[in-house]
């Protein structure tokens, strides 16, 4: 459960919403992308209306952002304020690069990533490794990411995406977080991700299958 909890922390930290040619390029459900947004544009995405992440990029390359959980109480927004940046450092034909860092301000967590993009907008894959801990304690978590995406249609690409930390890996019991599903393109800048999420281990879940996961992206 702990190493559970590390991957969704760090994954809230990592993966801020940045655009390329299409609205919510920048990431697929929760595994961040290496492409960004042009100069100047924003971007708004909202996780089961829980979770809400805006950002604005400053150039072609580089964007800042912000995250928090809906205002349900004060303390809850307080508690949950993250803010962030994502540098494009590289791109040439089929292949970027770019690094993202994050901070949330009331619990003094952090996270860094350096993540790949292989391919276009329409068809890619993406390999991540990334850094999240707490300055308070001093503890620390490495998380490696992998997933994809094609876009079949005008209005639909499948996508799919792999999470885990390395003190995971070759555990008995939790491994890591898989997550399939549709991103459906409502317009160039409105789409919508309807996806499952089910945790990779060894022990016995019985009839559980997926929890669901559902993002919506406006770009303007």
């Known amino acids: 459960m702990r190493n559970l909890l590390i991957v969704l922390g760090i994954l809230c930290f990592v993966?801020?919403?940045?655009?390329?040619?299409?609205?919510?390029?920048?990431?697929?459900?929760?595994?961040?992308?290496?492409?960004?947004q042009p100069k100047g544009t924003?971007?708004?995405?909202?996780?089961?209306?829980?979770?809400?992440?805006?950002?604005?990029?400053?150039?072609?390359?580089t964007h800042?952002?912000?995250?928090?959980?809906?205002?349900?109480?004060?303390?809850l927004v307080t508690q949950s304020f993250t803010i962030g940046i994502k540098q494009q450092v590289y791109r040439s034909g089929n292949l970027a690069v770019a690094l993202t860092g994050t901070y949330q301000v009331a619990n003094e967590l952090y996270g860094v990533t350096a993540v790949?993009?292989?391919?276009?907008?329409?068809?890619?894959?993406?390999?991540?490794?990334?850094?999240?801990g707490d300055l308070i304690d001093e503890s620390a978590g490495t998380l490696l990411t992998f997933g994809g995406r094609y876009r079949t249609s005008p209005k639909?690409?499948?996508?799919?995406?792999?999470?885990?930390?390395?003190?995971?890996?070759g555990e008995d019991e939790f491994r890591g977080l898989l997550t399939l599903g549709i991103r459906y393109h409502v317009t160039e800048s409105f789409?919508?991700?309807l996806g499952g999420m089910r945790p990779i281990t060894s022990i016995d879940m019985g009839d559980f299958l997926a929890l669901p996961v559902l993002k919506v992206t406006f770009e303007f």
Do not use: C
Request: glycine residues 6%.
């Open 116 to 132: 790949s993009s292989i391919g276009s907008e329409d068809k890619s894959v993406h390999v991540g490794v990334g850094l999240g």
């Open 156 to 169: 639909l690409s499948w996508m799919g995406e792999f999470m885990t930390t390395t003190s995971a890996i």
């Open 191 to 193: 789409v919508a991700d």
């Open 15 to 36: 993966a801020a919403p940045v655009r390329a040619q299409q609205a919510a390029s920048n990431g697929l459900f929760l595994v961040p992308t290496a492409y960004t």
């Open 64 to 75: 800042i952002s912000a995250l928090t959980y809906f205002p349900v109480t004060a303390d």
């Open 42 to 61: 924003h971007s708004l995405s909202s996780y089961v209306l829980l979770l809400w992440q805006y950002s604005y990029s400053l150039t072609n390359t």
